[in-house]
């Protein structure tokens, strides 16, 4: 069963992070889900290089496999809901904010 304060975490499918566009992020807890094809077996080092420049930008990458979401989908919601639980809460930003 999912954690209730999952509900009040919200994706957004399809984002550009320069240079790139991921599947789904949620912006707030800085968690992209990447939801992979069999063409992603023939691109590992792409995508594990890609991996890396994204969490060097602060984001926690999860990747399922297409089957898998479809197959084990309470269990791909699980592991997406305990990231969610364990990512740090986001801290308010002092950008912006005037004297």
């Given at each position: 069963?999912?954690?209730?304060?999952?509900?009040?975490?919200?994706?957004?499918?399809?984002?550009?992070?320069?240079?790139?566009?991921?599947?789904?992020?949620?912006?707030?807890?800085?968690?992209?889900?990447?939801?992979?094809?069999?063409q992603?077996?023939?691109q590992?080092?792409?995508?594990?290089?890609?991996?890396?420049?994204?969490?060097?930008?602060?984001?926690?990458?999860?990747?399922?496999?297409?089957?898998?979401?479809?197959?084990?989908?309470?269990?791909?919601?699980?592991?997406?809901?305990?990231?969610?639980?364990?990512?740090?809460?986001?801290?308010?930003?002092?950008?912006?904010?005037?004297?």
């Amino acid at each position: 069963m999912l954690h209730r304060s999952t509900k009040s975490h919200k994706f957004k499918r399809q984002v550009v992070i320069e240079p790139y566009i991921v599947d789904f992020v949620c912006l707030e807890s800085h968690l992209i889900i990447e939801v992979d094809g069999g063409q992603h077996a023939e691109q590992v080092e792409y995508d594990a290089r890609r991996t890396t420049r994204l969490e060097a930008m602060g984001y926690r990458v999860m990747r399922f496999w297409n089957n898998q979401v479809l197959s084990e989908t309470i269990n791909v919601l699980e592991q997406i809901a305990t990231a969610l639980i364990e990512a740090p809460s986001p801290q308010p930003s002092s950008e912006g904010r005037g004297s």
